[in-house]
């Protein structure tokens, strides 16, 4: 990927990791760029997103509040790993389940 369009995806990129507000405003802002880098990173939060609601909705029901909690903090790990290389204008992959947040939701981006 160029630095072109990394430089003019990076903004749509770094909105998308700010709650699942900023992913669906960061969605409707790259519709008419189709900006490639933003794109990438988008569909990284939206795997984020689904997996915290599972863990909200799934793991703490069954799994109990500890459960919950620890996996809430691997999925905030995780989030940081994705914020942080959007801000240095890397397509970086979250570690185990970021080549299947690309595969998932290569459509959506």
Not at 48 to 77: C, E, H, K, M, Q
């Amino acid at each position: 990927m160029n630095d072109q369009t990394i430089h003019e995806g990076k903004t749509i990129a770094i909105i998308s990791y700010i709650t699942w507000i900023g992913t669906l405003i960061a969605f409707i802002m790259n519709n008419d760029k189709r900006n490639a880098f933003a794109a990438f990173h988008i569909r990284q939060m939206i795997g984020l997103s689904v997996f915290s609601l599972a863990n909200t909705f799934i793991v703490a029901r069954y799994g109990g509040a500890w459960a919950s909690g620890i996996i809430g903090v691997g999925l905030f790990v995780l989030w940081m790993i994705g914020f942080v290389g959007a801000i240095q204008g890397e397509e970086k992959r979250i570690p185990l389940v970021g080549d299947l947040f690309q595969d998932w939701f290569r459509n959506i981006a």
